[in-house]
C-alpha cells in the first residue's frame, strides 16, 4: 500500500512562507498526478495545486503567485512551498497522488493555522 506523509505545517503569522513536504512510499514517477488540497473547518475541500507529470502546474486562483508546487521524482517527494500567507490559507492541507492506472492515495493532512 502506498503512503503518502506530509509535513511541514504549523502556526504561522499572515505573511509570513512555509514549505510543506509530501514523501511518497513509492516512485513518484509512478504518479501522473500529484496534487494539494486543503479543508477549512466547515467547508468542501478544495484543490489548492496540482503538477502532473511532464505538465505545467495548475493552482487555485486563490494561490497564484503566493504558492508553487514541485516535484521530485528522485526523492520521491511533492512539495507546496507558500508564501505570502493569509488567515483564510488556515486550513487542513492533504497531499494527493493518482498513479497512471488511476488509483487514487492520499496523505494524512498537516494542519497550517495562519495567525498573529
Known amino acids: 500500500q502506498v503512503q503518502l506523509v506530509e509535513s511541514g505545517g504549523g502556526l504561522v503569522q499572515p505573511g509570513r512562507s512555509l514549505r510543506f513536504t509530501c514523501a511518497a512510499s513509492a516512485s513518484t514517477s509512478s504518479f501522473y498526478a500529484m496534487v494539494w488540497y486543503r479543508q477549512a473547518p466547515g467547508k468542501q475541500r478544495d484543490l489548492v495545486a496540482m503538477k502532473p507529470a511532464g505538465g505545467s502546474p495548475v493552482y487555485a486562483d486563490s494561490v497564484k503567485d503566493r504558492f508553487t508546487i514541485s516535484r521530485d521524482n528522485g526523492k520521491n517527494t511533492a512539495y507546496l512551498q507558500m508564501n505570502s500567507l493569509k488567515p483564510e490559507d488556515t486550513a487542513v492541507y492533504y497531499c494527493?497522488?493518482?498513479?497512471?492506472?488511476?488509483?487514487?492515495?492520499w496523505g494524512q493532512g498537516t494542519q497550517v493555522t495562519v495567525s498573529s
Open positions: 494527493y497522488a493518482k498513479n497512471w492506472e488511476g488509483t487514487t492515495y
